[in-house]
């Protein structure tokens, strides 16, 4: 009888034992328990896509599950966080971000969410933007095209990567501003806005200066006329915005990031941040990223709320009328 209960008790013990083993993903309670979709607001190729396959690559190795990136374009991004904030809140379903156009699309329409209905993990790059024209273009610098659209008020058009993003609003600022009528043409990402400059559709294009656009600079096809940073870019030359004398234009730097739906599980939240963390010290993913777009400290998901907050703080009313 005694025999038979030490038995009954290790055999207990070896399944609890094999039980608390288990470990079923690098998450607590069991996440990733499976696939995991990284939505990209814009079209493939351009610099929300290129940041999350390089990132998709590094999450796959360090979650141990696929991380399978959807592209689904369409109405500044809010199709993707629509399709998003109607997944289950577990990890499973995560979109790209890009800041300040996110914020400006629910400031300026009716999309169905705010920055309350997504869980902020943290930013992968940040991207300055420039104006930017055909080679053959006759306007050499910035009082040439703006010049030419004073004269004559809405034929200097302005390709952007969407219609309610930093491009689109910082050109109507440039408008409020200092007068300059310039139209905007809205495309649903940079590639497209490249597309339209080396095909002439467009006078001139305002767009990130990411990876996509880079070669077509350095091989002379086309030429930035100004940059909306502060401060000028080491590997751009041509003058800020700041520097042709409008200090007010230093808002357009696009800073990509990773949501999850509103509601995600702490541990869940803090797995992800990891994730990220560890694919900005990962040298093949920050050569992926390009360097100089990689922040030099790792801004997490708190952070990436205070962005979304600060951008609200920045561009509420900029597009109204």
Known sequence: MRTSRVLAALLTATALTACGSDDPGPGEGGFPSQNVRLLVPYTAGGPTDIAARALASHMQEELGE?????????ASGATAYQELI???????????????????????????????DFTPIGVVTRVPSGIVVPA??????????????????????????????????ETR??????????????????????????????????????????????????????????????YVDAPTFVEDGYPELVQSTTTFGVIAPAGLPDDVQQTLEETLRSAA??????????????????????????????????FRGVLDG
């Open 136 to 169: 053959d273009s006759p306007h050499q610098d910035l009082a040439s095209l703006f010049g030419a659209a004073q004269e004559e008020p809405g034929a200097v058009t302005v390709g952007t990567p969407g219609a309610t993003n930093t491009h689109a609003a």
């Open 281 to 314: 010290e990962e040298a093949s993913v920050v050569e992926a990223l390009d360097e100089r777009y990689v922040p030099e400290e790792f801004i997490d998901g708190e952070g990436l709320a205070e962005l979304f907050t600060e951008t609200e703080e920045t």
């Open 86 to 116: 109607q997944q289950d809140a577990d990890g499973h379903t995560l979109s790209m971000t890009a800041l300040p156009t996110a914020v400006l699309n629910y400031l300026t329409n009716d999309v169905g969410y705010t920055r309350e």
């Open 173 to 234: 600022r440039i408008t409020q501003l200092y007068d300059v009528p310039l139209t905007v043409v809205p495309f649903d990402g940079n590639s497209e806005v490249q597309t339209a400059l080396l095909g002439g559709n467009v006078t001139a294009g305002f767009l990130n200066l990411s990876q996509d656009v880079l070669p077509a600079i350095e091989a002379g096809d086309l030429r930035v006329l100004t940059v909306g940073s502060e401060e000028p870019l080491p």
């Open 66 to 74: 696929t991380v399978v990136v959807e592209n689904l374009p369409g």
